[in-house]
């Protein structure tokens, strides 16, 4: 039998001259602060009077704050309903007793109810945060103030649109 030979082929890659490489930069549509990633700041840090209001450091200080709070109070509310239950003296033959007992959980699920409503005006406070309207006043939006968000970070008003507010509400629960 003949021998057949075989032919084997090379490929020759041909190379291209890089003298005019094209650098691809990416373009975002992001503010800076975005682009970079999110803004961290120290544990010590408070927000100034002199940096602009609401800048990304005033809102991740205040969304820091905001959770950690809404953390707390969980726990607290957690803490008082599971460890406050176990203390049960209604079962008690002495009528005083069983009344103060009455009244001492009466006052401890009003504490939790009083919470419990906290809690949901910090998570409004934590949506007004992610879309922007943390810190302006629902009713005249301008600014609340950073003295006021300090000592009330869940508040929604002004001290004067605050003010307003709650004498209506006196005229109101009077009628």
Not at 14 to 37: Q, R
Request: aromatic residues 6%.
């Amino acid at each position: 039998m003949p021998k057949t030979s075989k032919k084997i082929k090379k490929k020759v890659k041909k190379i291209k001259p890089k003298s005019a490489t094209k650098v691809k930069t990416k373009v975002s549509n992001k503010p800076k602060e975005l682009a970079k990633g999110p803004i961290k700041i120290s544990k010590t840090y408070v927000p100034k009077e002199t940096e602009k209001y609401m800048c990304e450091k005033h809102k991740v200080f205040f969304r820091m704050k905001l959770q950690e709070w809404k953390k707390e109070l969980v726990r607290a509310n957690n803490e008082a309903l599971y460890n406050g239950s176990m203390d049960d003296n209604s079962i008690s033959a002495d009528i005083v007793d069983q009344a103060s007992s009455y009244t001492d959980k009466n006052v401890e699920m009003k504490a939790i109810n009083r919470q419990i409503k906290l809690i949901s005006e910090i998570d409004k406070a934590l949506l007004r945060i992610k879309d922007d309207t943390f810190g302006y006043c629902l009713d005249t939006a301008e600014p609340i103030g950073l003295k006021r968000l300090m000592a009330r970070p869940v508040a929604k008003y002004t001290i004067a649109a605050q003010e307003k507010h709650e004498k209506n509400e006196k005229v109101h629960a009077d009628d």
